[in-house]
C-alpha cells in the first residue's frame, strides 16, 4: 500500500454506462455521505438524541441500488439505514426530521434513526433487532411470490447478523420454496467492535450459501460499478423464477458502530487504507478521467447536497413535535373479522 502523501498509479476505468448513471451514482452517494455527516453533527449538539449509527463509507452500495432494482422491489435492512433510505427515494427533510424526533419525519418522529419506514417506497425499515429483518425479508418475498408478480425482496443485514439462528431457518425456507428475495450482507469488517475473523471458522461469508446450494457470490462494496452489476445480475436470475441469491458485499465503515462507539478496535492504517478507496472519490475519478463530467457540473451537484442539507436540517428544527395523542396511534389496526366478534 502506498504512503500518505505519495502519488499512487491507478488504471482508468473504462465506462460501460450512461452519463445520467453516473451522475446519479455520484448525487446519491454524496447526499448519503453529507446527511450522514450533518447527522452526527447535530447529535453533538443533542438536537438528535437516542441511538444513531451511519453510513460514512458504504455508500457505493446505497448508489449501486437505486439503478439495480426496481421501484416496486421491496427492501427491508438493518439500522444503519440512513443511507439505504435516501437511495431508495425517501427525502433529506423527511428523515433528518425523523431524527429530530419531529412529527413531519417519516414516521411522525416516532422511530428514530433505526426505524425509518415507507410504503410509498416499498421500504420496510429499518429494523433494530439485530437479524430480525430476514425472516421479515423472507416472508416480504414469499408474498410476491404468492401473488403472482415478478417483484422480489432484497434483504439486508451486517455481518454481525449473519451468525443469527434466523438467517439459517430463512434460507433453509426460501431455497425450499424458492422465494424470490436476494440476500445482501453488507460486511463491513465488525459486529459492533468484534472482527469477522473473531466471530467464526467461516470468514467468507457469501459462502454459507453453500450449505443450502444457494448461489452466492462476494462484491467489492467500495466500488459501485462492481455493486450494481452483481445485484443487478442476482435480480435477474430471481426474476427467472430461480429462487434466492446471496451477496456478500465488501464494504467498510469509517466511523464506529454508533456515536458512542471511538472505534479503539482498529488501527489508524487500517482506516487510511480504505480512505484511499473511497467510493465517491472513486466515482468523482471516473468521471474526470472518461469526461463523463466536467468539474463545473461536480461542484453544482456538490452545492446542491449542500444546500438540500442545510434544508433538511432547518426545516426538522421548526417542524413541530408529534402531538400527544400520537402516543395512542399507530400501534394497532383492528380488522373487521366475523370470527373476533364473538370475543
Known sequence: M????????????????????????????????????????????????????????????????????????????????????????????????????????????????????????????????????????????????????DNLCVCMFGDGAARQGALYESFNMAMTWKVPVLYICENNGYAMGTSVERTSNVKDIHQVGDAFDMPNKAVNGMDTEAVHEAILEACNYIREGNG??????????????????????RTREELNSYRDKDPIKSLERTMLDQKIASEDEIKEIKNKIKLEIEDAVKFSEESPLPPKEELWKDNYVQEDYPFIKEY
Open 244 to 265: 434466492p441469491y446471496f451477496l456478500e458485499i465488501k464494504t467498510y465503515r469509517y466511523k464506529g458502530h454508533s456515536v458512542s462507539d471511538p472505534a479503539k478496535y
Open 2 to 149: 502506498a504512503k500518505r502523501g505519495s502519488k499512487t498509479t491507478r488504471k482508468k476505468k473504462t465506462t460501460k454506462y450512461s452519463k445520467e448513471t453516473y451522475l446519479n451514482w455520484y448525487e446519491t452517494a454524496l447526499r448519503v455521505r453529507r446527511f450522514e455527516e450533518r447527522a452526527l453533527v447535530e447529535y453533538g449538539q443533542q438536537k438528535i438524541r437516542g441511538f444513531c449509527h451511519v453510513y460514512i463509507g458504504q455508500e457505493a452500495i446505497a448508489a449501486a441500488l437505486t439503478s439495480a432494482i426496481r421501484p416496486e422491489d421491496a427492501l427491508v435492512t438493518a439500522y444503519r439505514q440512513h443511507g439505504v433510505a435516501l437511495a431508495r427515494g425517501m427525502t433529506s427533510r423527511e428523515c433528518m426530521a425523523e431524527l429530530f424526533g419531529k412529527y413531519t419525519g417519516c414516521v411522525k418522529g416516532k422511530g428514530g434513526s433505526m426505524h425509518f419506514f415507507s410504503k410509498k417506497h416499498n421500504y420496510f425499515g429499518g429494523n433494530g433487532i439485530v437479524g430480525a429483518q430476514i425472516p421479515i425479508g423472507t416472508g416480504i418475498g414469499f408474498a410476491e411470490k404468492y401473488k403472482g408478480t
